[in-house]
């Protein structure tokens, strides 16, 4: 098993759905992060969590609802998102509290029509 | 507040030339770390190297090389001797003492041409 994975890979959808994004680690870590990156642009923090519990939140909107059921697990619930929203969107995990290395996932390509 | 520049957004170079890839960073903080990460095509952000604020010990491993000067912010990338599989983007990353914050540059692309 891969140390982050993410699913799916790929998803198109229109402005009036609702999906999830998934992402699993198998590493052990407890903090897991989302992160958007668009192109031109610097990977944007979008939320942290640490042993489940939410500590960063950089003012994303509302229509991205995060869920951490446990450490190994997060996902990115999307609904009436915007066309400036399709990006690539990475999921990674670190020890908390330490400044090791984040390991990141393939990353989801979202498209919103 | 913490910032990473990575002035070069593209660069090419033929297969076997050496090139660097630039770094600068601000911060207040005095304990931080800093990373390189690259991004093959497949998307995912593979580790490369994590530096502390406390060695400026140039590192090499293998083809790799890093320059550390605390004086001019920077953590410069070398590759040498560049392979096609080179060619990915490459992320400059700080992290700050609060929390589990990580703050990355823009990316550089490079290219390398067989």
């Known amino acids: 098993e891969t140390g982050v994975t993410q699913t799916p890979r790929h998803l198109v959808m229109g402005m009036t759905n609702k999906k999830s994004l998934k992402c699993e680690q198998h590493?052990?870590?407890?903090?897991m992060y989302w992160y958007k990156q668009s192109a031109k642009k610097p990977l944007e923090l979008m939320f942290v969590?640490?042993?489940?519990?939410?500590?960063e939140n950089n003012s994303v909107p509302s229509r991205f609802s995060p869920e951490c059921p446990n450490s190994s697990h997060l996902f990115l619930h999307l609904h009436t998102l915007q066309p400036e929203d399709s990006a690539l969107y990475l999921c990674?995990?670190?020890?908390?509290?330490?400044?090791?290395?984040?390991?990141f996932g393939e990353g989801s390509r979202l498209t919103v029509l | 507040a913490q910032k990473v520049t990575q002035a070069q957004t593209e660069i090419s170079v033929v297969e076997k030339e050496d090139v660097t890839l630039d770094c600068v960073y601000e911060?207040?903080?005095?304990?931080?770390?800093l990373f390189w990460y690259k991004q093959p095509p497949s998307g995912e952000l593979v580790f490369l190297i994590r530096?502390?604020?406390?060695?400026?010990q140039n590192e090499i491993s293998g083809r790799y090389s890093w320059n550390f000067q605390k004086s001019t912010s920077s953590f410069n990338f070398t590759i040498t001797a560049s392979q096609v599989v080179d060619s990915a983007v490459y992320f400059c990353?700080?992290?700050?003492?609060?929390?589990?914050?990580?703050?990355f540059g823009t990316g550089t692309s490079l290219t390398v041409i067989p």
């Open positions: 530096r502390n604020s406390f060695d400026e």
């Open positions: 990353a700080l992290s700050a003492v609060q929390g589990n914050q990580f703050y």
């Open positions: 590493l052990g870590h407890n903090a």
């Open positions: 911060t207040r903080d005095t304990t931080y770390y």
């Open positions: 969590y640490n042993f489940k519990e939410q500590t």
């Open positions: 990674a995990s670190s020890q908390e509290r330490d400044f090791g290395e984040l390991f």
